[in-house]
């Protein structure tokens, strides 16, 4: 039975993760952490949980736990990693894995200094509509893949919605790595890595200089091996909404997008085919339950530290950190 400890108890908890750990076979959520007291007892009783600490050198120091799920933004997650891995627990950390390249090359170090397993949280990869696009490419329905198209665009926000603290904290440079970009891209980027592999090589502009200021455009390309190229816009200051991904090969089209729930759309040999996903109640149920598998020796790593790695590094290379 994994029992677990979740560190950080925010917006991303309430539906998308934390329910799906006591609803995954042979898990269990036991105890959450998180420094507001009040906050803390309030999202305990309201999903559950027995146990709530303010302290998490107490939560880790609870005996029943042997698995932390580390939900707080980026800028700390390399502090409760080193914690955890300390501790003997094994980690599902969100992304963004960490503030840049350097700290996930840190996580990497310490993983192998400590031993013990962690799991970076690119839930994507588990989810039922990526998984048929990862079949549908390698069954060769387009026949080899040659090149992969991505744009995001994303309405610039508001001062008034940058100023809720549950906004801010996402393009504060210090506090989450960088703007919108560290947010949305692990999820595009990692699904290239779930799917053609490690890159050969990757390089990128971004309108970004220094900490200061995150970006809010990005292009990017990476060449994966068996030279299928990939070009990627993320621009967050557009008029205009987009959210398209086209993978294109020698005898098809495959469209698809990250976060609007179209259905994928398959065109090959004068025909097109859409397969539709109903949304999952909790989207990262499928990854937690593949987690659960992991730390119970029942399959291999879902996402590996060393993928997480690879991500950080594209994102360094694209905004020039």
């Not at 503030?99 to 949280?121: P, S």
């Not at 990250?258 to 004068?270: A, K, N, Q, S």
Request: charged share 25%; glycine share 8%.
């Amino acid at each position: 039975m994994i029992k677990w400890g979740m560190i950080g108890a925010g917006d991303v908890t309430e539906v998308k993760s934390g329910p799906a750990f006591k609803k995954v076979p042979n898990s269990d959520l036991i105890a959450v952490m998180r420094r507001d007291e009040e906050k803390v007892k309030d999202y305990a009783a309201r999903h559950g949980i027995a146990q709530w600490y303010t302290d998490v050198d107490k939560m880790l120091a609870n005996p029943e736990i042997n698995a932390v799920y580390i939900a707080t933004p980026p800028y700390v997650h390399l502090h409760y990693v080193q914690k955890s891995l300390q501790a003997g627990k094994m980690v599902y950390v969100e992304k963004p894995l960490a503030l840049n390249a350097e700290e996930a090359r840190q996580m990497k170090d310490m993983l192998a200094r400590y031993g013990g397993k962690l799991v970076v949280a690119h839930y994507r990869r588990a989810n039922p509509y990526f998984l048929k696009i990862k079949d549908i490419v390698q069954t060769g329905l387009i026949g080899k893949p040659t090149l992969v198209q991505l744009k995001i665009y994303k309405k610039a926000q508001s001062a008034e919605v940058l100023s809720i603290s549950k906004n801010k904290w996402r393009v504060d440079p210090a506090i989450s790595g960088g703007g919108l970009f560290h947010d949305l891209a692990p999820h595009q980027l990692d699904l290239m890595l779930a799917i053609f592999g490690k890159p050969v090589h990757y390089c990128g502009l971004s309108d970004a200089y220094g900490l200061e200021a995150p970006a809010t455009r990005v292009s990017g390309q990476v060449l994966f091996a068996d030279d299928v190229l990939f070009n990627g816009v993320w621009d967050f200051g557009q008029q205009q909404q987009k959210d398209t991904c086209e993978i294109l090969g020698t005898d098809g089209v495959l469209r698809f997008s990250f976060f609007e729930g179209t259905p994928i759309v398959l065109e090959r040999e004068g025909s097109t085919e859409e397969f539709p996903f109903e949304p999952l109640p909790h989207v990262q149920q499928p990854m937690i339950a593949h987690t659960v598998q992991y730390f119970l020796d029942q399959r291999d790593n879902p996402c590996s530290i060393e993928d997480g790695v690879v991500c950080m590094e594209i994102m360094d290379a694209f905004t020039k950190k």
